[in-house]
């Protein structure tokens, strides 16, 4: 299996969940770099996408060219590591500045910067 890329969106298992984490199978945007993404330990850094517009400062607008039907919004606040193993069908790919943007408020996040 080729690693997944930077920006890339795909559908993703993210089931078992717990309490009030996303979980299902939904679309993610995966976040970690290219160098990380190849190691033999196969797991990606994703953050979960979701078709509910909550205000919420974290919540990055994603665009239909990332393959989803509508404008999505990428969870920064629910950053996690998952396993290449959970990852579905790619349905495209986030632009530049949507990855750039989502991973400037997961670091913010992590901070407390915000």
């Given at each position: 299996?080729?690693p997944p890329?930077?920006?890339?969106?795909a559908?993703?298992?993210?089931?078992?969940?717990?309490?009030n984490?996303?979980?299902g199978?939904?679309?993610?945007?995966?976040?970690?770099?290219?160098?990380?993404?190849?190691?033999?330990?196969?797991h990606?850094i994703?953050?979960?996408?979701?078709?509910?517009?909550?205000?919420l400062?974290?919540?990055?607008?994603?665009?239909?060219?990332?393959?989803?039907?509508?404008?999505?919004?990428?969870?920064?606040?629910?950053v996690?590591?998952?396993s290449?193993?959970?990852?579905?069908?790619?349905?495209?790919?986030?632009a530049?500045?949507?990855?750039?943007?989502?991973r400037?408020h997961?670091?913010?996040?992590?901070?407390g910067?915000?």
């Amino acid at each position: 299996m080729t690693p997944p890329l930077p920006g890339e969106v795909a559908v993703a298992g993210l089931d078992p969940d717990v309490r009030n984490k996303q979980g299902g199978v939904r679309p993610v945007l995966v976040i970690s770099g290219r160098l990380y993404n190849q190691l033999r330990i196969h797991h990606v850094i994703v953050v979960p996408v979701t078709r509910t517009q909550r205000g919420l400062p974290f919540h990055v607008p994603v665009g239909p060219e990332a393959g989803l039907r509508e404008t999505s919004y990428a969870m920064a606040d629910s950053v996690r590591a998952i396993s290449t193993r959970r990852l579905g069908k790619t349905l495209g790919h986030a632009a530049a500045g949507t990855t750039r943007t989502v991973r400037e408020h997961v670091i913010a996040f992590l901070t407390g910067q915000r």
